[in-house]
């Protein structure tokens, strides 16, 4: 798969219209890294001219910050603008709302100002532009509910373009009870993702999956890797593999597109 | 002699006013203990909030049966006090419903009997409040820490105002020369029978107690309110304009760890180089928050503001899973930890003498504090824009930056972010091999 690094681009004295931050998860996570390529695949039939950072791309810094490690986050964000600064980034998309969330609104403090748009966000902008079109048959009809991501939703008020997105996939979107603003967290953030959780009575994203069973759906659409693994986690705990897939909405477009 | 009543009436109101203001200004040093932050921008927009929010009870009507109720209340408590210039009036110079003369039978009566409906409907409303909190089994009204005081409390604000409403009513329903009026009396005239049997003069007295029980009750619920959750009706104001503006994801970078940072990362710095002659001896900073006077006077003024509700609660994913973790308990613990900072420094003419307590451990546990998702609903949820999320990050930072107590996975988490840029343990020379994988 064809992936430019900025360090080509620079070499061929390039600027790409985008930067693509591909983020910890969509680099190293199985899962997850097929939503990269998902999205790779439809930057390159909408002819996007992008870019990623490659091996000089370092974690945002955010499941450090949120774990309460000020230091690390700010030598993170400091070495990252740094490179970004040194290539000179003007747009940045990711499909990590973490890395979005952080790029957005905690660097531009320390150095680091960018246009930043979550991969729904700048999906929706190439359909309006005219560059992209989904095609709505493939998946037509297919009950799917989309679980909004904390960081993209309740931290940045983006809960359209994910929407937007889905219906026009030609899909029965439904809401769950708990959706937009009172969305129930998957049980990642704040660097859960990386402990165990405190005791209690049960696992935050089993609960959240049952909410999300409660609308009896064919697809769980997601916009995060990390709400991701744990839709599909809690899909494995409920053994609802068979029935119920949980899927970006990256994934779906390039599926719908087939690509 | 005939003067004794005004001049009893001035003393009650100057030791009430006075006994609250003396609580005022204790709130308002208690609350500068806090860090300074700055909330002076963007004023047309906090005041826009403000309006919405706390005057416009925005928020309120996400839960449609109780922010009804409480726009009853709310309307009620904000009319009512008309009527209490009035009492205020008659009281200091003896005079008797002067507004009544002011304002002409026909405006006045409507004025009254709107106050009438008012304190019907409100005492309706309290009564619906008082079976939801004791009778009905909704789970944010019997948490754990619902129990002794936060639910007395609770329950004596409903007391309150059920007592103050029927003293307002009786006290109009015995005031022969109103009732004669015939105007503004929709709900009194019905309880004026009530008395019939009584003499005139034993009705006259009725009157006058009531009067005065009305009106020193009210100079007591303005004191209680110190005390009390209650404290919210005059705090939801000033809480919601200075509340934060940014977008909710976006968390403060400290600006104490940018200087160091910058000097960590600058190669021509030399880490064992003497502050400079004359250089201001810069007192090291504390990364983060253990006690109430790290945490800024905003999340301070949020703590006196929390009405203990509960929504945020009931919207906590750790909360709901059962975890130990409460953002209403947290803003409790702040209020408690606040009030008993303030006490000691009182008791020790005016410094603050070392308790050895803190709010972190003897308040909040870590257990607590590592449970949160940092998802940002409790602050959402919040009715007058209370932030506990912002309470709970600064003593995660003051955990990890000051004591190095993460739990042992989130360090393993951080090591690999330090050693290998992911917070896995992956080569970086591996990070672009997901584009020739599949
Ligand atoms: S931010 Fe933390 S405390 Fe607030 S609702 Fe989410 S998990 Fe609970
Ligand atoms: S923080 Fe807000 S939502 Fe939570 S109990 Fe206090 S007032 Fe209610």
Not at chain 2, 352 to 381: H, M, R
Request: hydrophobic residues 40%; contains cysteine; charged residues 20%.
């Amino acid at each position: 798969m064809n992936v430019p690094t900025m360090a080509d681009m620079m070499a061929q004295g390039k600027q790409p219209e985008v930067l693509f931050w591909v983020g910890a998860a969509g680099s190293y996570d199985d899962r997850a890294k097929k939503i990269s390529r998902a999205f790779v695949k439809i930057l390159h039939q909408a002819n996007v001219d992008f870019a990623v950072l490659g091996t000089e791309e370092s974690s945002t810094g955010d499941a450090a910050k949120r774990a309460g490690n000020e230091f690390l986050f700010q030598m993170q964000a400091m070495m990252n603008i740094e490179v970004l600064n040194g290539y000179e980034v003007k747009k940045i998309v990711t499909c990590d709302p973490h890395s979005f969330n952080t790029l957005k609104n905690e660097y531009p403090s320390l150095g680091g100002k960018y246009e930043v748009f979550h991969h729904t966000q700048f999906l929706q902008n190439l359909i309006s532009e005219g560059r992209l079109k989904i095609d709505n048959t493939t998946l037509k009809g297919k009950r799917v509910t989309f679980h909004d991501p904390c960081y993209l939703g309740r931290a940045n008020e983006v809960y359209e373009s994910p929407r937007n997105l889905i219906k026009r996939l030609g899909v029965n979107l439904t809401e769950m009870k708990r959706n937009k603003s009172t969305a129930l967290c998957c049980g990642a953030g704040g660097a859960q993702m990386f402990k165990d959780a405190e005791k209690g009575d049960k696992e935050i994203n089993v609960l959240r999956t049952e909410e999300a069973l409660e609308t009896k759906p064919q697809i769980i659409a997601t916009g995060c890797p990390y709400c991701n693994t744990m839709m599909t986690d809690g899909i494995k705990f409920k053994e609802k593999e068979a029935e119920v897939l949980v899927k970006d909405i990256a994934e779906l477009i390039a599926e719908a597109n087939n690509l | 002699m005939q003067y004794l009543p005004n001049m009893f009436f001035a003393l009650a109101l100057i030791v009430g006013i006075g006994f609250f203001v003396m609580n005022i200004r204790k709130l308002f040093r208690n609350i500068k203990l806090g860090k300074d932050v700055n909330r002076t921008d963007k004023k047309p927009e906090r005041l826009k909030n403000m309006i919405k929010i706390a005057l416009g009870q925005s928020k309120m009507v996400r839960r449609p049966l109780s922010g009804f109720l409480h726009i009853i209340v709310y309307v009620g408590f904000v009319i009512i006090n008309i009527e209490v210039l009035e009492i205020i009036i008659d009281g200091l110079f003896g005079t008797h419903r002067i507004f009544q003369g002011f304002l002409g039978d026909g405006f006045y009566g409507f004025l009254i009997a709107t106050f009438e409906i008012l304190a019907t409907l409100v005492f309706v409303a309290v009564t619906v409040f008082w079976l939801r909190r004791n009778i009905a089994n909704i789970k944010r009204f019997l948490s754990k820490e619902m129990k002794g005081w936060p639910k007395n409390d609770g329950n004596n604000i409903l007391y309150f105002e059920m007592v103050l409403m029927s003293l307002f009513l009786i006290m109009n329903a015995t005031d022969i020369s109103f009732q004669q009026a015939g105007v503004g009396n929709p709900i009194s005239q019905f309880l004026t029978p009530l008395f019939n049997s009584f003499s005139p003069e034993a009705i006259h007295t009725i009157e006058r107690t009531t009067w005065w029980i009305h009106i020193l009750g009210i100079l007591v619920f303005l004191n209680y309110l110190y005390y009390s959750k209650h404290l919210h009706i005059l705090l939801a104001f000033p809480n919601t304009y200075f509340a934060n503006l940014n977008p909710k994801g976006q968390f403060t970078n400290l600006e104490s760890v940018t200087n160091e940072v910058k000097l960590m990362m600058d190669p021509d710095a030399d880490p064992y180089a003497m502050p400079e002659e004359g250089a201001e001896e810069t007192v090291p900073e504390k990364f983060g928050a253990s006690d109430v006077a790290d945490l800024n006077w905003v999340q301070l003024l949020n703590a006196y503001t929390c009405t203990e509700c509960g929504r945020c609660t009931s919207a906590c994913p750790a909360n709901l899973t059962g975890k130990e973790l409460s953002p209403r308990k947290i803003m409790m613990d702040t209020r408690d930890r606040l009030e008993e900072v303030g006490k000691n420094i009182d008791a020790n003419g005016g410094t603050f003498k070392d308790d050895g307590k803190q709010l972190l451990n003897d308040y909040i546990s870590p257990e607590e504090l590592w449970a949160c998702t940092s998802c940002n609903a409790c602050v959402e949820e919040c009715p007058v824009n209370i932030d506990p999320l912002s309470i709970i990050m600064d003593m995660r930072r003051y955990l990890v930056m000051e004591e190095s107590a993460a739990p042992q996975e989130l360090n393993m988490m951080m090591t690999n972010i330090e050693n290998n840029g992911a917070p896995w343990q992956y080569n970086q020379q591996d990070r672009l091999n997901w584009a020739n994988e599949e």
